[in-house]
């Protein structure tokens, strides 16, 4: 095991050497979840269009062309976790959690963890689930739980946008500015996507502050 | 007879137990739960990509924010300083040390009582939004010097808006390509 990891570390020296490796928003960026179903590419924390929700967005997967996205899936063994703080001390005091099984996503929370940090386990009863909505569907499914969260799961557009190529290239050394106009690299590509809007009251928010992170996490 | 009731009771209970122990186990129980091991997380943009050394990453990715700062900072402080050699503060008017002090724990801050937006010149760090030119913002902020003019050609990717239009209702995301 840790020789293969010392093999996939060297293999992946190599490809930043040549400039194999993406540098994104946060697609491909470790040589562990590279192109692997853990792989996060963003997460977008913002006020819904009704004020009294926020909206959680958790993307994975990225850089998925228009004729890989409708072979991509959810992982079974992949549990994905919103952890938001809210006193402060930057440990996680709530998480919302996503599970994907049998065709739908199931959201656990927001709850209480029994344990914090970089190991999890899924947390109390669901609390919302929605059908996983399929590239070939012409609308998003959605499904809101008996508490008011708002659940949304499958493909969608990339929303971040970024011309990585000229950055790239300065990185490098071979260009010295970004161009005007510049070109966006993330432009007809699609990630796996899960979008959770929940009540703010929900959140236990008492200083109207949060900090928020997303993980994936595999099953051990 | 007593007995025999209390006897049975206690079988009863015994297998009442083992009955739930078994259910649980096929889910979650406290005792045997099934635990999953983190692999990657992300809070504001680029953090990992940009500010930790390729032998890191998968460290990076793997330690929790409370303790990113002890771990990282100075690899960071470095990094920002290699890429801005001139870099004395910037338009927060952060030095190395207090920009560095904001992103070596990698969490995104939100309001959960107004505008949220990752930066638009009045709110900073209140969120990030689908819009929120995140890019822009953070290669200002490394680039920019104290008034954001420094180095122009660094400090925006001149990508100013996604390629699709996002919806105005649940789940906000633009349907796929």
Redesign the interface.
Known sequence: MKSRKIVV?AI??VA?TIGG??????HN?????KN?P???T????????DPNN??F?ANTQGL?A?SA?AAAAFDPN??I?IKI?NNG???EDLVIQAIYANGKMNIYGPVSP?M???????EGAITASVDVTP?SAS??V?ATGSNGI?V?AG???D?????LD??KA?LAGTA?????????T?????VM?V?V?VP?TL?N?TT????????????? | MKQQLIKYSLIFFAFGIGFTACKKDSNNNNNNPTLYQQDDQMARPAINTVFISAANKDQFNTTAPKDMSATFGAEMKTKLLALNPGYTTNLLGLTPDQFIGVLSTDVLNASTTGTTSFYDGTHVLTGRALNDDVIDVELTLIFGGPDGSANPGLTSDHVNANDAAFLTTFPYLANPH
Do not use: C, H
Request: hydrophobic share 40%; charged share 20%.
């Open positions: 570390t992946a020296a930043i490796i993406l540098f994104a928003a946060d960026d470790s040589p562990t979840v692997q853990t792989d996060i963003d997460v977008y924390v913002f006020q819904a269009t926020l909206v967005v998925l228009p996205t992949t549990l976790e703080d001390d930057n440990v029994s914090t940090g970089t190991m999890s386990k899924v590239y609308s998003p959605t708002k949304f493909p969608r557009d929303p971040f946008f970024f011309d000229q950055f300065i010295t500015s970004f161009n005007n106009p510049g070109t966006d993330f432009a007809g590509t699609n996507s979008v809007e703010k959140l928010a109207g502050k949060i900090n928020v992170w997303l993980t994936t996490n595999k099953k051990v």
